[in-house]
């Protein structure tokens, strides 16, 4: 295919590296952010393995000011589009050292470990770790196992092992330290900010606004939409990323929810909290488990690190994949989603919004309310009410960076043994995200007893009738929803850290 047969995008992409702006000019706006690195600026320390956001070995670590000082993620740059980046500041493998070949603190300890493997992986864990150093040593906090392991959650070696790179993580604090001149960087990126307003400003009145757009209001973001209803709207990239280097799409026209402020916010209210959509997927999980800390162990089983820290909540949801993580949650959970518009209300536009119950939200496989002018702005969570049980649960091959078998979300209401309310989410059993209708059906108003346990297992397993693929058998599939049943009574019921496999 002829590249130059493709629209190219209007202004220039430009981010911080080194020290200096790096601008690149005409760069598509499906490109990635690896073919940018690899093939235009021959950057080559950052390597391709999977070019699905699975492997970790095209890691880099990039940052943007939020409040005043930098937010560092390791992203993963295959699924990345390059313009994503635009005003941050990026760090590959190469950029670490320091000029008189002194390493930095994450490659000492690498050395000092044996956790140095191949030059696939090695420049991907070194990033992740990177990453790492600047949330935690750089602020004066230790590494712990648990946050080495979340850290390189998406990485993987398919070789060797990985005890050696998670004592290096625990060990980052016991080298020389070194610091990032946050403050040069803050001010260079407020540069290119105010850069790219005044650029915004002289071409308001044309009539080609390039085609990658990322509106940092939500008006903006509106119009866009109202605009360009054939645009491709990505938010993390995290699924979109992959339909260009797996499904080999093209996306002439892009626009990107990431940077409108208003959408990366989550509110909270007496009654509900409103995590706005394009609030990433770790930040939103934190948010829930504050309320429900059951939601944090499984926050941590969806996907690995990078995606958490780029993927977006909004984005899962809007997505509709019938083996999404958010979404068997938040139909237990009674959510709704608000669909914004930007659309003429008496002679004159404006933002208009639709508040949907997310379990009658998706309208077939894939398929959402979702108009073609829409976006979806908020999710809205209830708080929970005194006396909620809730469980959930997510079965994969891996227990990192794996996509569910079956998932399955439970929020009960129990009265004096008998249960006054029942909701329950379902993933991975249907052709959409799925609520239970009948199982609540058959729980409300019974006492929370081992028969209408088996009452409630019995009515799941007809309810759905999932299929058969790669990652399980419908009949496992089906056995799944009733064993959780199962594990949902015994938890509920007070036994504690409860292994089925364990039990006769
Ligand atoms: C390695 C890997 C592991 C993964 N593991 C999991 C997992 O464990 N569980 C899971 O559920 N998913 C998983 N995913 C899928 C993906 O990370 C999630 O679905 C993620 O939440 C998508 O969010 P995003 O912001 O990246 O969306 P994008 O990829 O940017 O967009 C996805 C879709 O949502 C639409 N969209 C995004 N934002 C909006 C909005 N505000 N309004 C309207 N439409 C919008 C886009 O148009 C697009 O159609 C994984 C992906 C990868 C690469
Ligand atoms: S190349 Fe495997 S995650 Fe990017
Ligand atoms: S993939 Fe690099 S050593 Fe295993």
């Given at each position: ?28 706006p ?5 073919d ?6 021959r ?12 492997c ?6 990039v ?37 008189d ?11 000092a ?13 070194v ?37 050696p ?33 005044d ?70 209210y007496?009654?509900?909290m ?15 488990a ?13 996907a ?19 083996i ?50 829409e ?18 649960y ?45 199982t ?29 693929d ?35």
């Amino acid at each position: 295919m002829n590249p130059t047969s493709h629209p190219v995008t209007e202004a220039p992409l430009r981010f911080w590296h080194r020290d200096a702006v790096v601008e690149r000019h005409h760069v598509r706006p499906d490109r990635t952010l690896l073919d940018l690195l690899r093939e235009d600026l021959r950057m080559t320390a950052t390597k391709e393995g999977c070019a699905a956001g699975d492997c970790g070995a095209c890691t880099v670590v990039v940052a943007e000011t939020v409040g005043g000082a930098l937010r560092y993620r390791a992203v993963n740059s295959c699924i990345k589009p390059a313009h994503a980046i635009d005003g941050m500041a990026l760090w590959t493998a190469a950029d670490l050292a320091q000029p008189d070949g002194t390493l930095h603190p994450v490659q000492q300890a690498m050395l000092a470990c044996h956790g140095s493997q191949c030059g696939f992986c090695t420049p991907g864990f070194v990033m992740s770790l990177f990453a790492l150093y600047q949330r935690t040593v750089a602020q004066g906090q230790a590494v712990d196992t648990h946050t080495a392991h979340q850290a390189l959650s998406g990485n993987l070696c398919r070789c060797t092992g990985y005890r050696p790179i998670v004592q290096a993580a625990c060990s980052l604090q016991a080298n020389a330290a070194q610091a990032v001149d946050e403050q040069r960087i803050v001010a260079a990126l407020h540069q290119l900010d105010a850069d790219k307003l005044d650029a915004g400003k002289k071409n308001a009145n044309k009539k080609n606004d390039g085609d990658y757009l990322r509106p940092t209001t939500l008006p903006a973001l509106l119009q866009a939409r109202a605009q360009h209803p054939q645009a491709q709207l990505i938010a993390g990239a995290t699924d979109a990323g992959l339909w260009l280097t797996q499904g080999l799409r093209r996306m002439p026209k892009i626009i990107d929810v990431s940077r409108v402020a208003a959408l990366r916010r989550v509110e909270h209210y007496p009654q509900h909290m409103a995590i706005g959509a394009a609030v990433n997927l770790q930040d939103a999980f934190e948010a829930l488990a504050v309320d429900r800390p059951v939601i944090a162990p499984f926050g941590e089983r969806f996907a690995g690190w990078p995606v958490r820290q780029s993927g977006t909540l909004g984005g899962n949801v809007a997505n509709g994949s019938p083996i999404g993580d958010s979404m068997p949650l938040l139909i237990a959970l009674g959510a709704q989603v608000v669909l914004m518009a930007w659309r003429p209300v008496h002679g004159k536009r404006r933002i208009v919004h639709r508040h949907v119950p997310l379990d009658s939200f998706y309208t077939g496989y894939r398929q959402s309310l979702l108009a073609s002018d829409e976006v979806l702005g908020w999710i809205v969570v209830p708080r929970p009410r005194p006396g909620e049980w809730l469980g959930v649960y997510k079965v994969s091959k891996r227990m990192e960076d794996d996509i569910s078998a079956v998932c399955l979300a439970v929020q009960l209401q129990v009265h004096e043994g008998r249960i006054t309310t029942a909701r329950i989410g379902a993933g991975g059993v249907a052709a959409t995200p799925a609520r239970a209708v009948q199982t609540e059906a058959a729980l409300v108003g019974q006492l929370w007893s081992p028969d209408s346990l088996q009452r409630a297992q019995v009515a799941i397993a007809q309810e759905f009738s999932p299929l058969s693929d790669l990652r399980a058998s419908a009949h496992y599939r089906r056995q799944l929803l009733g064993q959780l049943l199962h594990r949902a009574w015994l938890e509920s019921t007070g036994h504690s850290g409860v292994r089925l496999e364990e039990m006769a």
